[in-house]
């Protein structure tokens, strides 16, 4: 049953339909066939995409549907492990392709010829450079690729600032509703991100202990081996603040600091985040670091420096720290340091919740040091929970009480040894697919992350602030460490 409801400009859309047709822009580029054409092949070999599905893909490249079959096989063959393309041949059959250039409007109604007629509705997945958003909405709304039963999935990078963030949001906003509007940021489709909801609202024990009174700080880590990978241009005028702060980052720092939401679902989840987000407070200057990589080693491997692999000078940084804060009554005073790189020394994407001491020790007079507890959420690659708690070194305690911090540690791969590990993109395909906002970002949740992102680069701009440089496969500029241990604070590595 299809529930057709009105949005606040009155428009009709069209809720939790099945699409039983995705168009794919952007479909022979790099997202497409490291991800999402390896993702969609992985769920109908098991059965999870509707059997009527067709899969269009479109992109600029002159090919007919053979040729995209063939990149598609090349693209399973090369990034979707083996024993999860069994059923490889029948999804290559769901695929078709209609070559277009988006800077021109006539070649759409052939896409549309294409796409043809759902019988449920339409799923497009807009993965193309960010020049192209405004003539592809427009585009999709001339040849009625728009219409009640057609939701869009948006790739980032979504706009560099709020400004141009707006003016995108602007655009798609003119032919879908939000309600139809999918925002991806695909660490939102991972499923150690999804746990941490789990984490906090499934058990009754850490929320009481959740706020300022007993957590002292928070480290939410994002390191990379990687470099620049080919991405020059973009990488160059993104930046490691705009490409993985504005969004990852702070969507992790959002689930973490968010209040408990009614349900789990797209409207409560999202009003939590965005009002996390509009409580960080301004970051001042000093509150930041930002770094660049030179040649250096990782792994026992040489790597060029950034210039090197650029070409150029370049004052773009690759590294940031940031020390922030979250103004609202549960955060006041708790400081949350971010840090991601790339040329890190190893690939670790890790949430470190330090609490506070015990407020008395009865152990002191009896010789034995306290550590605070510590929960430790890692994110990838590996996947695991470790609260360290303190406990009590056997012994006759003839010398006094010997105290330890050891570790409950679960490693998730253990704990849930049946589940497939999946690529991000899986969940948020088949969401977008079946209609399920709920790890999907809202307009108003990158609006507030765009607002804080654009303060911070204005202050750089006003101090004309240059990365400073850094060795590959060290762990940042040392002006990072010590931007925690001012505050008595040691990253944890
Ligand atoms: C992307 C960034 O959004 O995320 C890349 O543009 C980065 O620069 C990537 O490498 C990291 O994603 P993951 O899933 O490998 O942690």
């Avoid at 103004?327 to 020394?345: A, C, E, H, I, M």
């Avoid at 015990?358 to 959420?377: C, D, E, Q």
């Amino acid at each position: 049953m299809v529930a057709r409801k009105l949005d606040p400009d009155g428009r009709v859309y069209v809720t939790n339909f099945i699409s039983d047709r995705l168009l794919l822009f952007g479909a022979t580029g790099d997202l497409s066939r490291r991800m999402l054409l390896p993702s969609l092949c992985a769920l109908d070999v098991e059965g999870l995409l509707d059997p009527k599905i067709e899969i269009i893909g479109t992109a600029r490249s002159e090919l007919d549907d053979q040729g995209f079959r063939n990149l598609a096989r090349q693209s399973l063959e090369q990034f979707l492990p083996v024993d999860r393309r069994g059923g490889m041949a029948t999804f290559l059959n769901r695929l078709s392709y209609q070559a277009l250039d988006a800077n021109r409007i006539e070649g759409f109604q052939a896409l549309a010829d294409k796409v043809g007629t759902p019988q449920e509705g339409l799923s497009i997945f807009l993965s193309t450079a960010p020049s192209l958003f405004e003539p592809t909405i427009h585009g999709l709304g001339q040849s009625g690729l728009a219409g009640s039963n057609v939701r869009i999935g948006l790739e980032k990078p979504l706009g560099i600032d709020l400004a141009s963030s707006r003016v995108i949001n602007d655009a798609v906003a003119t032919a879908f509703p939000e309600p139809r509007i999918y925002r991806i940021d695909h660490y939102l489709g991972k499923e150690t991100v999804q746990n941490l909801l789990a984490l906090r609202f499934a058990n009754l024990m850490f929320e009481p202990l959740w706020n300022a009174a007993h957590i002292d700080h928070v480290q939410i880590t994002v390191a990379e081996t990687v470099g620049l990978e080919g991405r020059v241009a973009f990488y160059d005028d993104a930046g490691a603040l705009r490409d993985m702060v504005q969004n990852h980052m702070l969507q992790l720092l959002a689930l973490v600091a968010m209040e408990p939401p009614v349900s789990y679902d797209a409207t409560n989840v999202r009003d939590e985040k965005v009002k996390v987000l509009r409580s960080l407070r301004k970051v001042r200057v000093g509150e930041t670091v930002t770094g660049q990589y030179r040649a250096g080693a990782i792994g026992g491997q040489a790597v060029p420096g950034y210039d090197d692999e650029l070409g150029k000078d370049s004052d773009t940084e690759t590294f940031v720290a940031i020390k922030a804060h979250i103004d609202n009554w549960r955060w006041q005073g708790v400081p949350f340091y971010l840090r991601t790189g790339k040329r890190l020394p190893r690939r670790t994407t890790e949430i470190v919740v330090q609490f506070r001491s015990v407020p008395h020790s009865i152990f002191t007079g009896r010789g034995a040091k306290m550590v605070p507890n510590r929960l430790v959420i890692g994110i990838q690659p590996s996947e695991n929970i470790t609260l360290s708690l303190m406990a009590k070194v056997p012994g006759l305690d003839r010398e006094g009480i010997g105290l330890r911090s050891i570790p409950l540690a679960i490693t998730m791969p253990d704990a849930f040894a049946g589940p497939q590990r999946r690529i991000a993109y899986e969940r948020l395909l088949l969401d977008l697919i079946e209609g399920d906002q709920t790890l999907f970002v809202r307009r108003d949740e990158v609006e507030a992350q765009w607002d804080w992102i654009d303060a911070i680069r204005a202050g750089w701009e006003e101090q004309q602030l240059e990365p400073r440089t850094y060795t590959a496969g060290s762990w940042g500029p040392s002006a990072a460490i010590a931007l925690a241990e001012r505050d008595g604070v040691t990253w944890h590595e």
